[in-house]
């Protein structure tokens, strides 16, 4: 079944704080992750499956997966001095692999690629005492051509079903976004406020909308890696967007947001 | 899309972008790089335009060259990081 939804930031300069990085603006982002952390303890999950955008770590050019599934018993990777592994839940992973390409989704799987700092950000800040297996779930965000936002919202209808239908209580975490162009020369100037008119949207349950949204906009307005949060979108259906915090950087709008199911 | 910020990346980069990619995820790679680039972007076979572009730490003519503007930013933090040249506060 599924029991929470939630999507949390998870930018590097939240764990790995550099001297141009506001503290109180980091600290602040943590205050967030903290409640989210409180919530996960009170809904009591078995597995955290995280939607991650891959920044082109578990894969490179080799191949580029639209959609994956991490079907391993561990999930493992480094960030810096991070050295990071998570067990996997493996019935839900295969459950989700097995009935996601039963629904027509042509799903990649994978027992051994890295596991990205996508997850691990989110994972260390939010994860329940004690700790729960999770269940890592790609979106290709970085290497054109991706997967549409409707497909994102599709692929998040079926896993809605898909866990819903299943024995574990499970949590679904959206990392990544909101607003930023790493690497380019917009770094510096996010689109904070088509962050808030999504919010806005999120919060008044319309976030079946973002399905509309164009994958042109999408990179126009710095969300590329939005589509993590489309495709949880898909799982909530019109839950109305509790939004725990919005704090934008100089380069980065940082949200934390749940959806309370019923 | 040509206006995109993040493109397809052109097949001719390849080896570029696996040496960003291996700047950025491969500590051995990175530590050799730190301590001979040239002979580490020798093991990618990069030309002596993209070397040149990747020692000077030229953003825009990486990407010019189909560099992937991720793994030009990432692959320079993580050589910042590994230098030394950058300080951080690690949660």
């Known amino acids: 079944m599924l029991v929470g939804a939630f999507a949390c930031a998870h930018t590097p300069q939240l764990i790995a704080r550099p001297e141009t990085e506001d503290r109180a603006l980091v600290l602040r982002v943590h205050a967030a992750f903290a409640r989210v952390k409180r919530r996960l303890e009170a809904l009591r999950p078995d597995a955290v499956a995280v939607v991650a955008g891959d920044h082109v770590e578990a894969f490179f050019?080799?191949?580029?997966?639209?959609?994956?599934?991490?079907?391993?018993?561990?999930?493992a990777g480094t960030f810096g001095p991070y050295k990071y592994s998570f067990p996997v839940h493996e019935p839900l992973?295969?459950?989700?692999?097995?009935?996601?390409?039963?629904r027509g989704f042509d799903l990649l799987y994978t027992q051994g690629a890295p596991l990205d700092y996508a997850f691990f950000v989110p994972l260390h800040f939010t994860m329940p005492e004690p700790a729960v297996p999770i269940l890592p779930l790609h979106v290709n965000v970085y290497l054109p051509p991706q997967p549409t936002p409707r497909r994102c919202h599709a692929w998040g209808q079926a896993l809605?079903?898909?866990l819903r239908g299943r024995p574990e209580r499970v949590v679904l975490m959206a990392s990544g976004g909101m607003s930023h162009y790493p690497g380019t020369d917009r770094y510096a100037s996010p689109d904070f406020d088509w962050d808030r008119r999504v919010l806005d949207t999120l919060a008044e349950g319309r976030g079946a909308e973002l399905a509309a949204v164009t994958g042109e906009e999408l990179d126009k307005a710095g969300n590329v890696e939005l589509r993590t949060w489309i495709t949880v979108l898909g799982a909530v259906g019109a839950a109305r967007?509790?939004?725990?915090?919005?704090?934008?950087?100089w380069h980065h709008g940082n949200a934390v947001v749940e959806w309370p199911l019923s | 899309m040509n206006d995109a910020h993040y493109r397809f990346p052109p097949a001719s980069a390849f080896p570029l972008n696996r040496c960003l990619y291996a700047l950025k995820?491969?500590?051995?790679?990175?530590?050799?790089?730190?301590a001979d680039a040239k002979a580490a972007m020798a093991e990618h076979g990069l030309d002596a335009a993209a070397q040149s572009a990747?020692?000077?730490?030229?953003?825009?003519?990486?990407?010019?060259r189909g560099a992937h503007p991720y793994l030009v930013f990432m692959a320079d933090l993580r050589v910042r990081m590994a230098r030394g040249t950058a300080t951080f506060e690690y949660f």
């Not at chain 2, 995820?25 to 730190?34: E, G, I, K, L, Q």
């Not at chain 2, 020692?55 to 825009?60: E, F, K, N, P, S």
């Open chain 1, 61 to 75: 050019l080799d191949a580029v997966p639209a959609l994956a599934v991490y079907a391993g018993a561990a999930a």
């Open chain 1, 93 to 102: 992973a295969r459950a989700v692999v097995e009935q996601g390409i039963e």
């Open chain 1, 160 to 162: 809605g079903e898909i």
């Open chain 1, 241 to 249: 967007a509790d939004v725990y915090c919005y704090e934008p950087s």
């Open chain 2, 25 to 34: 995820s491969d500590d051995a790679f990175r530590a050799r790089f730190v």
């Open chain 2, 54 to 64: 990747l020692l000077a730490g030229d953003r825009d003519a990486l990407v010019a």
